[in-house]
C-alpha cells in the first residue's frame, strides 16, 4: 500500500462520501456535485475514490475507520461501487442516481432539478 504523504487525515470521520466523477455523462456530474455539496455542507467528509484504487495508506485506513461510507454511482456502471468492492472496502449506504428517475444523457450541463432530487435522496 502506498503512503499517504500529501492528504490531510483526521482521527476519525464519521461519514465518508465517495462519487463517480463521470466525465462522461450529466449523471457522473451530478454525483460528483452532489459529493461535492454534501461535503461543504458538513454531511460528511467527500473522500477520495482515486486514492481508494490506488492504495494509499491514509486515505484506505482513514476510511475504513469511518462511521459511515456512502457511495455515489451516476449510472448501472457502478464505477464507484465496483473500485470500492476491488479494494475490499465496506459501503454503508450507495446510491445509483439513474435509480432515482434522473435520465441519463451525454450532455454535461448539471440541471438544478436533478442535482435537488440527488441531494435529498442522499440526505
Known sequence: MTECTTCVCDARTRRTIFSCSGGGSNVGQLSNEAALRLGKEGYGKFYCLAGIAAGI???V???RASD?????????MQCAKRLMDAAGMPIDRYYVL???GIAKS???TLVEK???TALDAIR
Open 106 to 108: 451525454s450532455e454535461l
Open 61 to 63: 485506513e482513514q476510511t
Open 57 to 59: 495508506r491514509g486515505i
Open 114 to 116: 436533478d442535482l435537488a
Open 98 to 100: 439513474t435509480e432515482l
Open 68 to 76: 459511515e461510507r456512502v457511495v455515489i454511482d451516476g449510472c448501472p
